[in-house]
Every structure is written in C-alpha cells, then in structure tokens.
Antibody, heavy 129, light 112 residues
Framework: QVQLQESGPGLVKPSQTLSLTCTVS??????????WSWIRQPPGKGLEWIGY???????YYNPSLKSRVAISVDTSRNQFSLRLSSVTAADTAMYYC?????????????????????WGKGTTVTVSS | DIVMTQTPLSSPVTLGQPASLSCRSS???????????LSWLQQRPGQPPRLLIY???NRFSGVPDRISGSGAGTDFTLKISRVEAEDVGVYYC?????????FGQGTKVEIK
C-alpha cells in the first residue's frame, strides 16, 4: 500500500521560500504510471492544484504560481519536493502531496485514468513574521 | 483555465434520504482521446481528500455502491442514494482533462 508523507517547516517568514518534501513509501516513485503532485488548501477554503513532477523530471506548474514554484524529484530517496518563493500570508495553507494515477499499461494499449488516488495527510504551513 | 462550479454549496440531508450534488465546467471536459476525466473526491473533517469517482462514473476501490456519478460534456452529478453519517464532509469535483487541474469550490453535506 503506497503512502505519502509531507514534511517541512510549519512556519515561514514573509518573502522567504517555503520548502516541503513528500516521501513515498510502499512503492517506487520511478514507476512510469504516475504524476507526483502538490495541492494546497487555505484555511476554510477549497483545493488548489500547484503542479506535478514525473519521475523523469518533466513537470507542469499552475500558471497562477509558475513564477514562484519549483518541484523536483529525487528517485534515489523516493521523494519529491516543493519550493515556493517570495511567500506571503496568502500562501498560508495545508499542503498536500498526492499521486495522480496516469495510466495502466496493458498488452493492447495503455488505459488512461488521470485521477488522484493517494494523498498524504497534509502539513500546515503558516506564513508569518 | 477550466472553471468548475458546484451547486449547492451546502446540502443538509436527512439520514437515509438521497443527496444530489452538481458540478458544471466552463468548457467541455471531453479529452482529445474521447474520454472525460472528471473525478469526485470527499473530504471528511480534518482529513485529506479521498477519491470516490473517476472518469465520470467509475467507482474507486472501496467506495459503496450507494454513491454514483454521471454526466457528460460540461454537466456532472454525484448522487448518494441513502445518506449515512459517514457521508458528512465536503465533496469536490476535479477535472483532469486539461492543465492546470482545477477543482470545484466544494459542496458541504451535513445531516439535518
């Protein structure tokens, strides 16, 4: 059973860089069937997709955060990480890492899914001086 | 970006009664491969989201059959045939037909 666990500082000062890591256990991050994603949820609000990284290093970021976001992958440690620069109070949120199931390879042709089936428990990040 | 709009924002339901949640997208969610990548997730209080439905109507592993999804194009529905206490939470639709992935604002299901 694959599990994800977020880790990182719970408090970040304004204008600094938020850094979080997601550790994948029970499965390999190098599996080609998944995107590894970050999603956040401000207090009392809805979900916002931040971006994903593939084991090969390819990625896609939400254009609304693109200038401040970097997501990286470390296959040797089975981890992927989020960096969000120049943070403000608006970046205060619960940050989740999640696995997006992209496809299943079959003998005929791949079947595509694009759903988020495994989520970490989340980590709260507060931006405050 | 595709905007996902959910209605109602709150749905008080009597135990044992049905609930119907709506999700509308600002453009068609039919992907170039012909499939529609619309999911429903449930978030119980204090917990991360949990996948319920994928590709409009496919129930994920472990999801009870009283929960079902339907729809096409830009209009989608999640139905709970008989609401139980464990169904309390916020339900989100999410589209994965295009980047960036986008979520609806959520519908809160609560017991009357």
């Amino acid at each position: 059973q694959v599990q994800l666990q977020e880790s990182g500082p719970g408090l970040v000062k304004p204008s600094q860089t938020l850094s979080l890591t997601c550790t994948v256990s029970g499965g390999s991050i190098s599996s080609g069937e998944y995107y590894w994603s970050w999603i956040r949820q401000p207090p009392g609000k809805g979900l916002e997709w931040i971006g994903y990284i593939y084991y090969s290093g390819s990625f896609y970021y939400n254009p609304s955060l693109k200038s401040r976001v970097a997501i990286s992958v470390d296959t040797s440690r089975n981890q992927f990480s989020l960096r969000l620069s120049s943070v403000t109070a608006a970046d205060t949120a619960m940050y989740y890492c999640a696995r997006e199931n992209v496809l299943e390879r079959t003998h005929i042709a791949p079947t595509y899914y694009f759903y988020m089936d495994v989520w970490g428990k989340g980590t709260t990040v507060t931006v405050s001086s | 970006d595709i905007v996902m709009t959910q209605t109602p924002l709150s749905s008080p339901v009597t135990l044992g009664q049905p609930a119907s949640l709506s999700c509308r997208s600002s453009q068609s969610l039919v992907h170039s491969d012909g499939y529609t990548y619309l999911s429903w997730l449930q978030q119980r209080p204090g917990q991360p989201p949990r996948l319920l439905i994928y590709k409009v109507s496919n129930r994920f592993s472990g999801v009870p059959d009283r929960i079902s999804g339907s729809g096409a194009g830009t209009d989608f529905t999640l139905k709970i045939s008989r609401v139980e206490a464990e169904d309390v939470g916020v339900y989100y639709c999410m589209q994965a037909s295009q980047f960036p992935r986008t979520f609806g604002q959520g519908t809160k299901v609560e017991i009357k």
